[in-house]
């Protein structure tokens, strides 16, 4: 962060990450019911460090993932989130649950 903050990167405008594990293995985490899903347990990481980076909350998401046969997210989650402050700053990740 001291180097993004520093300026030496020049205006950050896009922020990629994704963030992928094996914890499927966890009955929850196919589970509707139980509120089970990457995107849930996960995907929240790969959004609060692009919060951090660009200093601001999305003004728009839009996420497309794939439901297992119980409900639950399951396998990956692809999110795209647009921003207010700087024009055509965005962030792109993929959060990713899997069997181990």
Excluded: W
């Excluded at 019911?33 to 929240?44: N, P, Q, R, V, Y």
């Excluded at 909350?57 to 795209?80: C, H, N, W």
């Excluded at 792109?92 to 069997?99: A, D, H, L, N, Q």
């Amino acid at each position: 962060m001291k180097e993004i903050e520093s300026g030496t990167l020049g205006d950050i405008r896009l922020v990629q990450a994704n963030f992928c594990v094996s914890i499927l293995f966890i009955h929850r985490m196919s589970t509707a019911s139980l509120g089970g899903g990457g995107a849930i347990e996960i995907g929240i990481y790969p959004l609060n460090l692009a919060c951090m980076v660009l200093k601001e909350m999305p003004e728009f998401i839009a996420a497309v993932g794939q439901l297992s046969e119980a409900g639950g997210e399951y396998d990956s989650t692809t999110v795209k989130a647009r921003y207010l402050e700087v024009v055509g700053t965005t962030s792109i990740f993929t959060s990713s649950i899997y069997p181990k």
